[in-house]
DNA sequence: CAAGCTTTTGTGGATTTCCACAAAAGCTAT
DNA sequence: ATAGCTTTTGTGGAAATCCACAAAAGCTTG
């Protein structure tokens, strides 16, 4: 006979069911961690779930030693219950944890504490209903988000293209959405090596949905693109969580999943949300270079750090119409051709080095005085002042455009 | 009675009469030291007197060295004949120099070699009485060369200004106006103090075509400037050619004519005619920016040189639509307006001297120690990596195109 | 192949830079 | 005024840079 055979009229009235019949507290989650009910009976509780509880999510640092002990993937693998010894560092207490299925699909999970004695047979038959039983409601829930959230998703790329109208407007439907407004913003996109199944969407919504960094109101899907508007909490540093976070998302995505990512990159920092799509063409722009500038660029994710390969599609147009010829490159080209030698590549390596001599030097795999010596036949040749900061910005610029333009 | 007073067929016939009654050979020279007749008779001559025969003009050399010894102002002076001594250096012997007027104005000079004795009274009384007769014979030739100087000048002014069908076209035309046409070529303009008046056009005249550092086939004056088309002989060094011609063309209008002249600048070298809008725009830009930044650009001349300052009006007006924000700098300006600090001004010192620690700290007037100090304050506050190039380079560019928005 | 050029590498010493540490001076807020 | 912060200046030693000079190696050309 199943204890779950009845119709429940909340999810809570579902958890305290649960807890009565196993005698201890029950937290139920969905897929990305968030808190869907719990019961309300009085046991002990240890800090994690409070928390939990608290926040109306597990919070990150939990999910992260889960995850490191392996009780996730154990629970994504199956449906079997799973026995938690207690992560003190995290104040989760001994737990015994199962995961609700509809097919091939995992739509949430059900927390029970354990209670001062070890679990009877009876008790593991009695979860293992129980998450069958949670199906039915989790599945109402899902339904009334899906409608919601293709709404949402619509709304995201009328912002990212710019076919938005006042700020005012803006945070109207937001308000109607249920989309919270955070008072700063970014865009973010994230490169993927291939098409995004479905597969690996539910992959990305858990992290996106699970990480405490910061705020991410806003996200959709694109071919091999993600893309994702971000809310870091401060202004001052907001730059650099964002770059934390995405650092953190790439290897989440690579250790969880195995899928890798091959870029990241965001845009500039707004308050108005009428700069989405600004923020979205910069992030962009920083892929487009990165992708241009693979080695220059390899740590760089921010619009901001883009440096002044910013200027480029602008410079690059212009150049295109056959100005800021450099006759001083010219000259070196033109000598490297004749006589076999390296002297384009030794000054680009050398202002890539920042004119640091010894760095350079390695680079290239010669002697440092082979260097100087290289540096004053360039000034020479070229005449050009290699002290004069305006003069090596040209000269840097130049020949970095050229590059561009056989890419 | 005057023994000019018949009818001259040409100069020549003019020149030889001058020297059969004087005696010694006779030069005659327009005012810009153009060979314009020479007698022919069987005398002594000395090497400068040849050389000017040969190139049909006075060498330059031979000119400055009368400009030195205050021959040719004395000349400009009065219409009395001047005795010049030796000067062996530019092999000019013994001379007798006259110049030849109408109303208040120098139309040439007449030379005459001092043989062996000294002159008598009669032979500077004739002399005096040749430069008077000159003076109409001269007038005729100015006639017919103002005529065709209208022409060339509208001519050069479709050249600047684009106004010009195929480079075809444009040799033709230079041919039909007796403009020689040269293989390379570049548009200087040189900014005078105040509007040039019919006196200083005169003096300008004066020195463009008595130069012989480099060719100058067209020049036309537009209110307080000059503007020339300049044919350096070489391309390799065609530049430096130029740099020094300018230099020394504003170094000689003030030392000789007391005129003053703000700046100078001159576009690229290039072969083709089609051209010479485009190298009167780079000359253009680069007064522009001398204006904007005089400090910087002091001993700047040449587009080439102008260093990425040729990006700036470019870059300038995208950053008028709001592109290119600097958050870091927006930092830095903020703790400055804080803390009333100048982290602003050192990094931008800093970067004017090429990142020399010592340059930067002896130009600011502080303790080296105290430099290194702030640079890493400012890294840290406006989150910059100072030893990425790309990073400096934007920095620097968005610090200069703050400082041109203000003028 | 020999002469004359450019290029690379080496040596040594003067100068500059970098770094860590510390004292002193200046500013701000309680 | 005092405590706590930032900023400036000082000291000294390790490391890097700069410079002059020179030997050796590599190319080009007659």
Redesign the pocket.
Known sequence: MNPFATHFESLEEFADRVSELLQCPITIEDANHRLIAYSGHEHYTDPARTATIIHRRVPERVINSLWREGVIPKLLQGEEPVRVAEISEVGLGNRIAISIWKNKEVLGFIWAIEMNKPWTEQQFHLLKQAAKAAKNLLLQLQIRKHKKEERIQEFFWKLLTGHVSSPHDIVEQCHQLNVHVYPFFSVGIFQFQQQIQTQVERQIDYLLKTTQQLAIPLYTIDHQRLIVLVAPSSNVYGESHIERFFRSFMTQMKERFRVDIMMGAFGNVYECYTKIAKSYEEAQTVLKMKRAFPHQLANIQSYQHLGMYQFFDLLFEQKRHGDFHNVALEKLKQ?DA??????VE?IETYLDCD???????KTL???????????K?ISE?GNIDL?NMSEKVKLYIDMKLDKYRTT
């Open positions: 000598y004749q006589h076999h030698t390296n002297l030794t004119s640091n001599v010894n760095e350079t030097a795999n010669i002697h440092p005085n082979t260097l100087a010596y290289r540096l036949r040749i002290s």
